[in-house]
């Protein structure tokens, strides 16, 4: 990378950005405080949302569990990336483990039943999926599905019962 002559690399960048750029999004503390930002999700499973991106089908979130056994079956069309933050998670049709510090790659077509074993308080993970995620039963029948407008359905209708207005999730959505 070259400079001009006289350019100081702390110069931060001078002209405008693209007209239709989107805001970032910046979370200061991504894991909260205040319960009320955990939107429930089955019981004692809730999600911290982080980014709802519409415009390219994908959600980005913080899932948090305070119960072990089967949270849920399910099959995914699209890639999904985690990272355990709290506790540990396995897929019965998988020999391997994800603990605190541990990242997953889940390459689409992938199909599992998470779990989350005795002993484990809480776990939380963040997860960035893509696309659709299918519950199924163990032979693939699909019972239901979640998607990033349902995603922020929820998150609408949870922020409005809590008091901070259904309009506390545009701050996620892209």
């Known amino acids: 990378m070259t400079l001009k002559k006289d350019a100081d690399p702390l110069t931060p960048y001078q002209l405008p950005f693209p007209k239709d750029a989107l805001d970032e999004i910046v979370i200061p503390h991504a894991i909260p405080e205040d319960d009320r930002l955990w939107v429930p999700q089955a019981e004692n499973v809730w999600f911290r949302p982080l980014c709802l991106n519409r415009s390219q089908g994908y959600w980005v979130n913080l899932l948090k569990v305070r119960k072990s056994g089967v949270l ?16 540990r998670w396995h897929y019965l049709e998988h020999d391997w483990t994800a603990e605190a510090g541990g990242y997953v790659f ?67 959505i892209r």
């Open 72 to 87: 849920s079956r399910h099959r995914h069309p699209q890639p999904v990336h985690g990272f355990v933050l709290k506790g």
């Open 106 to 172: 889940e390459p689409p077509g992938e199909t599992h039943t998470l779990v989350v074993p005795d002993g484990v308080e809480e776990m939380i993970t963040l997860f960035q999926v893509n696309g659709v995620m299918c519950y199924v039963d163990p032979y693939g029948e699909v019972l239901g599905y979640e998607d990033v407008f349902t995603k922020i359905d929820l998150c609408r209708k949870h922020f409005t019962e809590v008091g901070l207005g259904e309009d506390y999730v545009e701050q996620f």
